[in-house]
C-alpha cells in the first residue's frame, strides 16, 4: 500500500509523521517497509533516519532542442503546447525550460523533424537502510523550476506489495499532485492554529479533488479545536490520531533523532496509528 503524509503548510509536522509511522511499518508488518522523501526542494527524512549503505542516481528530464536548419517557422510546435513554453520570436523558436513538462509533444508534431529531445540532469536520489526500513530521497538541483521528474524517480521506487510511506511536498501545488497521484490513502497533518487549518483545508480540498481517501492526525495537540473538529465532523473525515505538544519531542526532533526509538509514548502512538491506517486502507 502506498500511504501519503500531506500539510497544508510547512513545519505542521509532516515529515515527523512520516519517519515515525516508517518505522511503526517496519516494526508491525510483514512486508517490506519503505520511506520516500518527495518533499524534493528541502527533504529532510535522511537527516532523521540516517541511512547507510546509500547509492546515488542521477535524474534527467527531456527538453526539447531546434535545428534552426530545418525548422520552417510553421509555429505547430508552439500551437501545440498547452503550457505556453514555446514562442516563436524573430524567426526562431524560443524554448522557456521553466514550464515545459518534457511531454514530447513538439517533437511529435513537428513536420520537418526539427526537434529532438536531450536528457537533462535536474536532480538525484540517495537510497540506502535504516535497519529494515527501505530509505529513498529526492534531491531536486539548485535552480530547477520543477519537481515533478524527480518526484517521478522517487516514487518509481515504490512497489504496491510493499509498505510505502510518501512524505510529500506541503502545501497542494503540482508536486503535491504528483507524489499523490497513485495512493492508496492520504493522511492529512494539521496543526491547530487558524493559518495551519486554513491550509489544511485547501489541501483537503486537493484530495477530495483527486478522490483519494484520507484521515486527519492533528500535531501539536494542547487542547481540542472546535473550529478544526466541526469541518472534520461536516466533511465526514475521520480524526486518527491526536499528537501531544511536548517539549521533550521537540528536543528530539531538533537533535535530529527519532522519537519512536527513544519515546515510548510515541512508540506506542505510532504503532497504534499504524494499525489504524491499515484498516482504513
Do not use: W
Amino acid at each position: 500500500m502506498k500511504i501519503a503524509v500531506l500539510s497544508g503548510k510547512g513545519g505542521a509536522g509532516k515529515t515527523y509523521v512520516s519517519v515515525n509511522l516508517a518505522m511503526a511499518a517496519m516494526n508491525n508488518s510483514h512486508e517490506i517497509a519503505r520511506y520516500l522523501d518527495c518533499d524534493v526542494e528541502e527533504p529532510n527524512g535522511h537527516l532523521f533516519l540516517k541511512p547507510s549503505n546509500i547509492k546515488k542516481e542521477i535524474v534527467y528530464r527531456k527538453l526539447p532542442v531546434f535545428d534552426e536548419n530545418k525548422c520552417d517557422g510553421c509555429r505547430k510546435c508552439v500551437e501545440f503546447c498547452k503550457f505556453n513554453a514555446l514562442a516563436y520570436v524573430n524567426g526562431k523558436v524560443k524554448l522557456f525550460d521553466e514550464i515545459c513538462h518534457s511531454c514530447g509533444g513538439c517533437e511529435i508534431v513537428c513536420p520537418q523533424n526539427a526537434i529532438k529531445e536531450v536528457e537533462n540532469e535536474t536532480g538525484c536520489l540517495e537510497y540506502g537502510q535504516h535497519g529494515e526500513l527501505e530509505v529513498v530521497s529526492g534531491f531536486l538541483n539548485l535552480g530547477e523550476a520543477s519537481g515533478v521528474s524527480v518526484i517521478s524517480k522517487t516514487l518509481s521506487h515504490a512497489d504496491n506489495q510493499d509498505v510505502n510511506i510518501i512524505d510529500c511536498p506541503p502545501g497542494s501545488a503540482c508536486t503535491v499532485m504528483e507524489s499523490v497521484s497513485d495512493c492508496d490513502y492520504a493522511l492529512l497533518v494539521v496543526e491547530p492554529t487558524s493559518f495551519g487549518i486554513h491550509n489544511f483545508k485547501m489541501v483537503h480540498e486537493l484530495v477530495n479533488v483527486l478522490k483519494i481517501p484520507c484521515g486527519v492526525i492533528i500535531n501539536k495537540s494542547t487542547e481540542k479545536v472546535d473550529e478544526l473538529e466541526k469541518y472534520c465532523a461536516d466533511s465526514g473525515v475521520k480524526i486518527l490520531a491526536y499528537l501531544p505538544f511536548s517539549k521533550k519531542i521537540a528536543e528530539t526532533n531538533a537533535e535530529s533523532n527519532i522519537a519512536y526509538e527513544i519515546n515510548d509514548e510515541t512508540k506506542i502512538i505510532f504503532d497504534d496509528l499504524f494499525q489504524v491506517v491499515k484498516r482504513e486502507v
